[in-house]
């Protein structure tokens, strides 16, 4: 099983400013099939990203992955305020798939 | 639009079976594009797939789950269903029914239900 680990748990910022959130991989994740998700208190989780790069419909260009092998990353430009919330990564290249722990990004 | 909708008791004794239905509106579950699965979350564990199906039947699961967990289609009603045997308090969480992408390129869970709080306990 591939263990996903993302960092950092918390990551206090301020609406304008730029999040970079990681999440590595205990082993080399398939053809990259890595997605990153969004939730908000009481919702489901919402897809952002999938294939470690390509935004989902309806997602902002705000919102980008990047990555490959066991290193990931996601990245908002210029945080709006609907962005704060819980950030989990997941990995669908190798049963059985896994998610991170997750990030929450907060208002600094 | 796809609506997915989860049901079934909110509490389930200890030894029992979880038994959970999503129902598929807006889209037909009879397609070779997509698979339909279950994820579960609780405080403990975080977010964690349970298993998925095609609707011509097969399955894979979490090992995790050993051998408990049995995933059903019905493609008459348009539903499928998850069943969860000898539970404990470790399978207390909220339950997710969810669609996944496979075809032109896998998106992982690209739909999911409003999830259903299911709790384990006497």
């Known amino acids: 099983e591939i263990v996903l680990t993302q960092s950092p748990g918390t990551l206090s910022l301020s609406p304008g400013e730029r999040a970079t959130l990681s999440c590595r991989a205990s082993?080399?994740?398939?053809?990259?099939?890595v997605a990153w998700y969004q939730q908000k208190p009481g919702q489901a989780p919402r897809l952002l990203i999938y294939?470690?790069?390509s935004r989902a419909a309806g997602i902002p260009d705000r919102f980008s992955g990047s990555g490959s092998g066991t290193d990931f990353t996601l990245t908002v430009s210029r945080l709006e305020p609907e962005d704060f919330a819980v950030y989990y990564c997941q990995q669908y290249g190798n049963s059985p798939f896994t998610f991170g722990q997750g990030t929450k990004l907060e208002i600094k | 639009q796809l609506h997915l909708q989860e049901s079934g008791p909110g509490l389930v004794k200890p030894s029992e079976t979880l038994s959970l239905i999503c129902a598929v509106s807006g889209g037909s579950i009879s397609t070779t594009s997509h698979y339909w699965g279950w994820i579960r979350q609780s405080p403990g564990k975080g977010l964690e797939w349970i298993g998925s199906?095609?609707?011509?039947?097969?399955?894979y699961y979490n090992p995790s789950l050993e051998g408990r967990v049995t995933i059903s289609v019905d493609t008459s009603k348009n539903q499928f269903s998850l069943k969860v045997n000898s539970v404990t308090a470790p399978d207390t969480g909220v339950y997710y029914c969810t669609r996944d992408t496979v075809k032109p390129t896998p998106t992982a869970s690209d739909s999911w239900g409003q999830g259903i709080l299911v709790n384990v306990s006497s």
């Open positions: 294939g470690a790069s």
């Open positions: 082993q080399d994740v398939d053809y990259a099939y």
């Open positions: 199906i095609y609707s011509d039947g097969v399955t």
